[in-house]
């Protein structure tokens, strides 16, 4: 790929991602309730930055990439496809997994007592699986965008940072309220965060022999289109659900001004 060091580099950042969910955890020690017109508002946020970082940046250099090894014409049409590759990819995985065994969905409705009932038989392998099946995409995403592009890897690290922050909130107070237990809310919010390097670091080890720069152009866009998938799926969905719409599209467009306004710095 790059050398160690940068490979090491990118996987700290993913990690330091993925941990966000810890955050997000921790809320069980402080609070039964969390103000939900916060949570709106930065899923919004990080659902815009997703968004115009996926279709301004990372396609449009997929794009370039795919061009200058099969022509213009050419190029685009394999970005394209490999755009809406990365949509299927995570749609068949979302699709796998049951709406209410799926700790990833936030906006899913979940019955607290149906919870309760099945919390511990749902506990170990399965709900593990399940956590790092959703997250492996996202820990390519970060991975990837961390390991060949510094100027797009700070601001795509943060927005999935921030939304790793409910997301670890949503598996934490479930389990929690289930069990009792604030540590094992705890262990598991972490569990689903730890799912994104360890889905960098297999990604890494698979893609090595083949890396390159036609490879990089799939790949960038293969992630432009898990993000966008993920922010119109999950992100804008649970926004509208914690709060206000208008809050949501606040965050959104706030989020698509911010990464606007740091791609511009680095030009």
Known sequence: MQGMNSFWEALLL?????????????????AKTIDTRVL??????????????SLVELLHEAAGLLSAAY????????????FFGGILLIAVIDKLIP??????EIA????????RDHALRRTGLVTALALGIHNFPEGMAAFVSASQSPRLAIPIIVAIAIHNIPEGIAVAMPIYCATGSRRIAMRYSILAGLAEPLGAVICYFILLPFISEVLYGVLFAVVAGIMVFISLDELLPSARIYGEHHLSMYGLVGG????????????
Do not use: Q
């Open 99 to 104: 709406c209410d065994e799926n700790p990833h």
């Open 108 to 115: 899913c409705p979940a019955d607290p007592g149906k919870r």
């Open 71 to 82: 022509g213009a014409k050419a190029g685009l049409l394999y970005a394209i496809l490999s």
């Open 40 to 53: 709106a508002v930065s899923l919004g946020l990080s659902a815009g930055v997703m968004i115009y970082v």
């Open 256 to 267: 698509m001004a911010v990464m606007a306004l740091s791609l511009w710095l680095f030009v």
């Open 14 to 30: 993913t990690l330091l991602a993925g941990l966000s969910t810890g955050i997000g955890g921790m809320v069980v020690f402080f």
